[in-house]
């Protein structure tokens, strides 16, 4: 095993990771973007997939939920792998009123609940923002997109807890123009200005936690991940000569 978590080797992992929480959502993402995809890590069934997408290294790995989960990872990643950009791609729940169920959320910056951040530097308040390069890639994919999906970037709150929601707190960020609340960005953007490396979350909305919003039908769901995985890829690829990314 070459780390605790990533039983890899160096070398393993392309320079661009996707970055899905769900395990099995990394497997389905790497079976569909490349077709000589082949598993490199799946220590506590966390499976890492490495091939290429259009003659273009890539991995895609599952984070676990939650920032501790997702920092193990990153930190591994960056530390013993080389990576240099992540790119998570997940759900989160809307918060603003603009922002609808099936909609895409690009977290410029995150605010937190978490202290894994404040940890960092004594007395300071850390910003926790994406990479430029990464932001500007997905937000140019998203101005020219063709699908109808509605984009919004701005920031969104890593928190902690799923089920536990301090009252009036999703109100009080909603008055600050936050758009969604989700549980990794924040802590994977301090692992990304630890290492100066890119990191970007790009978030499909599942639900809105303010205001009652219809359910998505599976299809539904699946066809707003795509778009949201096209923006993600887009970022993870920018600067490899390649157009747009198309999804096979
Ligand atoms: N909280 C955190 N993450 C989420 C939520 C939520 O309410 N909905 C979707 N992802």
Redesign the pocket.
Known sequence: MTTPHISASPGDFAPAVLFPGDPRRARKIAQQLMPDARLISDVRSMEAYTGTYRGIPLSVMGSGMGMPSATIYATELFEVFDVQRIIRV????GIHPDVNIGDTVIAMGAHTTSAMNSQRIPHVHFSAVASWQLLHAAAHAASNRADNTTVHIGTVLS?DH?YFKPEGLLERLQNYGTLA???EAAALYGVAAEYQRDALAVLTV??T?LQDGPNMTPEQRESRFQDALRLALTAALHNSDLPEAELP
């Not at 997940?90 to 729940?93: L, P, S, V």
């Open positions: 997940g759900t989160c729940g928190e799923f609340v989700e549980m599942s639900d936690v």
